[in-house]
């Protein structure tokens, strides 16, 4: 370190290696934690919860879908529950699915690994009432850690769907 003066004071001149990191000391270490992170966040953040919550979602909105296809048609929609899926049909036992708006396929939700339901059958009415006239409860057991209890319930009065 060197004093220097001059007609403006004293001042502090360092003739040594500045403090800091170099450019490739930084480079590294970002590589280093970016390739940490990419290969263990994974482990600790678990899909399988996320894509229960998706699956109950999508089969909440097939049950919705079908319960206002029904009112808009005037007529019986189907709403048929297997132990992995949720699909809706025009005719009985859900043997002509309806057609997803969106991407065209058939209007189904299908359950990933760890998901089951309880199987059952009902339909909506022309005015949208589920049909037994009673309310209808789909059940999610789940076998996945840390995944809360979920269920899709159809009023029996109005067939408002919720959770």
Not at 20 to 43: D, H, K, N, Q
Not at 44 to 68: C, I, L, N, P, T
Not at 145 to 158: F, H, S
Request: aromatic content about 8%; glycine content about 12%; some cysteine.
């Amino acid at each position: 370190m060197t004093k220097v003066f001059g007609n403006q004071g004293m001042r502090v001149v360092d003739s040594g290696r500045g403090r800091g990191f170099t450019l490739v000391e930084l480079v590294v270490t970002i590589s280093i934690l970016g390739l940490m992170a990419a290969v263990l966040a994974p482990r600790f953040v678990g899909r399988d919860a996320f894509a229960s919550r998706g699956f109950h979602d999508e089969a909440q909105s097939v049950v919705r879908y079908a319960h206002k296809t029904a009112i808009a048609w005037r007529r019986p929609v189907f709403v048929c529950i297997t132990a992995t899926t949720v699909s809706a049909g025009s005719v009985a036992g859900c043997g002509t699915l309806l057609v997803n708006p969106i991407s065209g396929a058939a209007l189904t939700a299908t359950a990933p690994s760890g998901i089951t339901l309880t199987p059952t059958n009902f339909s909506f009415d022309g005015a949208g009432r589920p049909n037994p006239n009673a309310q209808v409860t789909i059940a999610f057991a789940s076998g996945i850690a840390g995944d809360p209890v979920r269920q899709i319930v159809v009023e029996a009065e109005t067939g408002y769907v919720h959770p």
